[in-house]
């Protein structure tokens, strides 16, 4: 059985293959951090957070490498600053925080990795001599034909990838005189976007070939993946909105520097979360619905997770007061039924697999409610699996859990100590001491604890 996810490159689902199963890599955009979250940018980050852990799950927990950005450099956050009248680091360190502990309320394990843009600006160099960095990489695309200076700014030409619009497919003159396409004399097409510009004495600023300046938005995810990541992703991710522009760019870019490798393999949209009427909920429309403010309102994080996860990812969300109130009664009514149930080892297969099947959650969903009551304690393991805080189980509050790295790693492991557990179990039964010990004795290397108890097994981190 294979994992199979919809490719928005190929517009159709495919089975994934990653190049490295001992390391599968995944990079998703991440927030510009310059004002609260809202449910809809929760959506990216509760649906991406599920993948990771099915791919945890899947190749091992130590074999996948997820990476989403924090953006904390962009013309928002310097006019957010502005206002203030403070440093835009005060702005960027103060929602940094705020998003963190609001996709943690959901839920939401901190990735692998979360590279800030401002680290990636200027060159780098790593232990193996590699130079990465968005001037050298702009640098390198200049040198290659492929961006050109003018006026204190360097543009990316999209004439040069041969294939530009690739991933939107959306021919280039439609591109033109699509609204988002800025027209400024110093551009030889219009469609070409800016890798540099510069920068005025107030605002953030680096030294570079070109003066002193600031990146473009799309350098910065090409720059970031090249330097922790490689060449080329097995997944990349967001939402439906950055097909066009963003990931158009970031893949033109990628590919031009590195000698038409491709930036990712498979990538994947979600689709929007809206109030209803057809709009995507979006600061500009000032539509949105705080995650702060839905937390503050009483709602649990992990009801909020299920709302979310209640629709298909690919599928538009309408989000509703109505949709909270039975995400809520059907976990208070799951959660009654596995509080003390103790976990077995996750075998059910027809849950992993429609999981597989392009991350079904609202089916896997109904599985776990078919299973509440057949089968309460693979219920539990699929919940887990699914990323919800089943308290009778954890010896940590969920703030703890969520915010201390330790404790998200544990969470990661999860579904593997508990199929230990059952195969230790299974191993006393039919009474192979010595392999129930060899299981105990490999867990306690990994610092993890095992107690009989009358109840059953429990563990915790040593
Ligand atoms: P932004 O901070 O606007 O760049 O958005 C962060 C992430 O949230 C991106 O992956 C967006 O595609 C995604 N996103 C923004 N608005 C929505 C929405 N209404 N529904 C679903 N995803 C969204
Ligand atoms: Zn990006």
Redesign the pocket.
């Known amino acids: 059985m294979t994992i199979r996810l919809y490719d928005t490159m190929r517009r159709a689902k495919v089975d994934f293959v990653p190049a490295d199963p001992a390391r599968v890599t995944m990079y998703?955009?991440?927030?510009?951090v310059y004002g609260r979250?809202?449910?809809?940018?929760?959506?990216?980050?509760v649906v991406f957070d599920v993948l990771a852990r099915l791919l945890r799950h899947t190749y091992g927990p130590d074999a996948v490498v997820y990476a989403r950005n924090i953006?904390d450099i962009d013309d928002k956050i310097i006019a957010a600053a502005a206002a203030e009248g403070v440093d835009p680091k005060v702005i960027t360190d103060r929602f940094e925080a705020h998003y963190l502990a609001d996709m943690g309320a959901l839920g939401v394990q901190p990735p692998t990795l979360a590279p800030h843009a401002t680290d990636y600006v200027a060159e780098r160099v790593d232990a193996a001599g590699r130079v990465t960095g968005m001037i050298p990489m702009i640098a390198d695309l200049v040198a290659k034909g492929a961006a050109y200076a003018a006026q204190g700014h360097v543009l990316f030409d999209v004439a040069a990838p041969g294939d530009y619009g690739r991933l939107s497919r959306r021919p280039l003159d439609e591109m033109i005189a699509g609204a988002r396409v800025e027209v400024a004399p110093y551009k030889r097409n219009p469609a070409d976007f800016v890798l540099w510009k510069p920068s005025t004495a107030d605002q953030p600023g680096w030294e570079s070939p070109w003066g002193r300046g600031r990146p473009g938005w799309h350098i910065e995810c090409s720059a970031m993946i090249a330097a922790e990541l490689g060449e080329t992703i097995d997944i990349h991710?967001?939402?439906?909105?950055?097909i066009f522009p963003?990931h158009e760019n970031e893949l033109a870019q990628s590919a031009c520097a590195h000698g038409g490798a491709p930036l990712a393999r498979v990538w994947l949209?979600?689709?929007?979360?809206?109030m209803g009427g057809g709009d995507?909920?979006?600061?500009s429309l000032g539509n949105v619905v705080g995650v702060d403010d839905l937390l503050a309102a009483g709602w649990s994080g992990d009801v909020i997770r299920l709302a979310l996860l209640s629709a298909h990812y690919r599928q538009p969300?309408v989000w509703s007061e109505a949709l909270l109130e039975q995400s809520k009664a059907r976990l208070n009514r799951w959660k009654r039924a596995v509080d003390d149930v103790t976990l077995e080892p996750l075998d059910d297969l027809r849950f992993a697999a429609t999981l597989w099947d392009d991350l079904n959650t609202p089916h896997a969903l109904s599985i776990v409610s078919e299973l509440v009551s057949s089968s309460p304690a693979a219920a539990k393991g699929a919940l887990r699996l699914l990323g919800f805080y089943l308290p009778a189980h954890f010896d940590v509050s969920l703030t703890e859990e969520v915010t201390v790295s330790d404790q998200a790693n544990a969470i990661v492991c999860n579904p593997l100590v508990d199929a230990a557990i059952a195969a230790r179990t299974a191993a006393r039964a039919r009474r192979d001491f010595a392999e129930s010990d060899r299981i105990r004795d490999e867990l306690a290397g990994q610092g993890i604890v095992l107690e009989d108890g009358p109840g059953g097994t429990t563990w915790r981190r040593g």
């Open positions: 998703v955009c991440g927030p510009t979250a809202h449910i809809g940018n929760a959506r990216p980050a953006t991710g967001g939402g439906l909105d950055l963003h949209h979600n689709g929007f979360l809206s995507k909920m979006s600061k969300l």
